[in-house]
């Protein structure tokens, strides 16, 4: 069921069971940046992206790689693959390729300099050659920016699909089956917000964090509250500026964010974090900032 109606998403996700082992990845796939620098085209929709600095692409790869050494500290394996020269934006692949338990997706990007990312021949070849059902949504009608826009709640096996340019109708329609879904609930973003995945994340499929700012109305928020009711940390615009919402869970207690996120955590987030369980790390990720995207952007999630 796809639905735009927040008692209809109540009322069926009540109905759904959480087992929350299946919210928690295998492991997970990035790609390390190819002499990284900022792509201008997306500036169009992107609040966050910096263009008044040049990114250093040597620490840019350097950033990137202890982002993946940190994620296989706490026992969650790495795919690594190369990056492609032209393909800057190709680090934040989890907007490219997403998996759930025997399907991978390829989705279709809003702008054409991210585009040639999702014709990838060596990453599609891994994921089938990993047992994946390969669904290709680049040849479609449709804008689909995977888990970028977005929001699964792994363990209900639900999708939060916050509408921006870098998703449309058909782009849902597209991704709720290829991704397996049972449910997906659909709403506005705030203007200026062009990824769910900057403002809402859940985490470990038994909590979720958000700024209530960052989506249009207000009545999906207090759905969002219901939905997770007892484990909803809301943070301040503040925070999201600093990409606290773009945080994951990898395990169910190791939580990973920015370490400029952290850095703007409020002692209130942190302290809800902590009370939930999660245990924050945290890692220097400012040169792959400057292009509009954090540490989330840069975890293909692999279940």
Request: net charge negative; aromatic share 6%.
């Amino acid at each position: 069921m796809i639905t735009s109606d927040p008692g209809e998403f109540l009322a069926r996700l009540g109905q759904l069971e959480s087992p929350r082992a299946r919210a928690l990845p295998r492991s997970v796939l990035m790609v390390l940046p190819e002499q990284f620098y900022v792509e201008p085209e997306t500036a169009i929709d992107n609040v966050y992206l910096d263009l008044h600095h040049r990114a250093d692409p040597a620490l840019a790869l350097a950033q990137t790689e202890a982002l993946a050494s940190l994620i296989e500290s706490v026992g969650v394996p790495v795919k690594r693959f190369a990056g492609w020269p032209g393909q800057p934006d190709g680090v934040f692949s989890n907007n490219v390729f997403a998996t759930a338990p025997g399907r991978a997706v390829v989705g279709h990007m809003a702008f054409p300099s991210r585009r040639a990312e999702s014709q990838r021949e060596d990453i599609r070849r891994w994921l089938i050659e990993q047992g994946y059902a390969l669904t290709d949504l680049s040849c479609l009608n449709c804008i689909a920016e995977l888990t970028g826009p977005l929001i699964i709640d792994r363990a209900r096996n639900v999708g939060l699909c916050g509408m921006s340019g870098r998703v449309d109708e058909a782009g849902v329609q597209a991704m709720h089956p290829a991704l397996g879904l049972d449910l997906t609930f659909c709403f506005d973003l705030a203007p200026g917000e062009y990824h769910t995945n900057v403002v809402l994340s859940v985490l470990a499929g038994r909590a979720c964090i958000f700024d209530p700012g960052a989506i249009a109305d207000r009545t999906v928020v207090d759905t969002l509250e219901k939905a997770f009711e007892g484990s909803c940390v809301t943070i301040t615009a503040q925070e999201k500026q600093a990409f606290v919402g773009n945080c994951i869970a990898l395990t169910d207690r190791d939580l990973f964010m920015s370490a400029k996120a952290e850095q703007a955590l409020s002692a209130g987030t942190r302290h809800a974090l902590q009370a939930l369980g999660f245990t924050i790390h945290s890692t220097d990720l400012s040169e792959l900032e400057l292009a509009g995207g954090s540490l989330r952007c840069m975890v293909t999630e692999l279940f």
